[in-house]
């Protein structure tokens, strides 16, 4: 969709003696938009952190932040392929670990169920609390502290979410005083020929890496991401 405003967007305001000039720099911008090779460079400063997990350290929680659920042909709902991911991968960690499983999701779209609620029948972890309040990221950081009494600043938490969603939650989570790990599995993208064409695919993950920007530059209008974070 983008990528049509841009065009419209020339055809409209251009010049029509540069208009032949304009295009071709808007091709040449599309295509180089859609290699993979860009896609990576786009989403690089995203995944810098990605699994910084440390076995050794001594972790208050593991939390796993919701994404999504749907629901079926008879009104059953179901938590989504990137939220089994999360709370399989979170409920594995928190055993191995014995340390508490925090799953948080709210209500959203007008649900009629949390996200939360959801996941419950694919959890046997029995040291498990449930967040049904929180509907964002800023919110489920927010909420700890309500779900778990003891959890309080220079807490260090496990965080379990998509390789992409890393950055934005440790932001939150670090300005709001927590030490943050982060365990995710990171897909790694073999080098040759074929990152330099392109890629239909390529459009869905750059729509991904633009979304976590421009949230992260709406928390930190919104003050929930303290700019002195990105200095420590």
Not at 172 to 193: A, R, W
Request: net charge positive.
């Amino acid at each position: 969709m983008p990528i049509l405003w841009l065009l419209l967007f020339i055809l409209i305001l251009a010049k029509r003696k540069n208009l032949y000039l304009y295009l071709r720099i808007a091709c040449l911008f599309i295509y180089i938009s859609l290699t993979p090779i860009f896609s990576i460079l786009l989403e690089f400063p995203l995944l810098m952190n990605v699994n910084n997990f440390d076995k050794q350290e001594k972790y208050s929680l593991a939390l796993v932040p919701t994404a999504g659920i749907y629901q079926d042909f008879q009104s059953k709902w179901h938590p989504s392929s990137k939220t089994v991911q999360r709370i399989s991968m979170g409920e594995k960690l928190a055993r191995e670990l014995n340390i508490p499983l925090l799953i948080s999701g709210g209500i959203v779209n007008n649900y009629s169920i949390s996200e939360a609620s959801a996941v419950k029948k694919y959890i046997l972890y029995k040291n498990v609390f449930y967040d049904h309040e929180s509907k964002n990221s800023y919110e489920t950081v927010k909420n700890l502290s309500k779900v778990f009494k003891f959890t309080s600043p220079n807490e260090t938490v496990l965080l379990i979410t998509s390789p992409k969603h890393v950055l934005r939650m440790t932001l939150i989570l670090s300005s709001h005083g927590y030490s943050v790990y982060n365990y995710t599995k990171k897909l790694e993208k073999p080098f040759n020929y074929k990152l330099f064409f392109p890629d239909v695919r390529t459009i869905q993950t750059n729509n991904a890496s633009l979304y976590e920007y421009m949230a992260i530059l709406q928390y930190i209008y919104l003050k929930y991401i303290k700019i002195s974070v990105f200095n420590e």
